[in-house]
């Protein structure tokens, strides 16, 4: 039932992207298109819940890198990329968790209409102190939003977060 639920979701996100494509025609010009990278380094306090047989207090160090392309028309324009976070939060009894968060996100526009994506994919491991592998998990996300930009009323807004354990 959850695979059919994602499914849906993502193939509404397809029609809402192919709609705005579509009603945009073809641009007079020619599109400008500036390519990005980013990487970025943190470290923070985290208690994160999901599927911690106890949850306690750690340190998480994290690196965020991605790439992307926004490409603009008389039209309208479109934002997309990719990223990972990889991450490894130690807690106080030498126990820790490492996982890769990997995203895809997207925005498009126009004048009458903006659609934006994300999506995320998130495996991770729970270790204990001496380094064995005691539970993992994967997280995953998908964010859907259609906004009509003349009225600034979202027509369309799904948004779905959930966890399996294992």
Known sequence: MTQKRILRGVLIA???????????????????????TFSFTETFADAPPECMPVVKSGVTNA??????????TDNGFAFHGDDTFVYCTDFTDGSY??????????????????????VVREPRTIYSADGIAIGSLMIHFLAHTTTDNLTGETTVSI????VTCF
């Open 14 to 36: 397809i029609m809402s992207i192919a709609s705005v494509l579509s009603c945009s025609g073809v641009a007079n010009a020619s599109a400008t298109v500036t390519r990005f």
């Open 63 to 72: 690196t965020d890198t991605g790439s992307g392309q926004v490409t603009e």
């Open 159 to 162: 948004e779905k977060f959930f």
């Open 97 to 118: 968790l490492a996982g890769v968060a990997h995203g895809h996100f997207s925005t498009i526009g126009s004048d009458a209409v903006t659609v934006q994506n994300d």
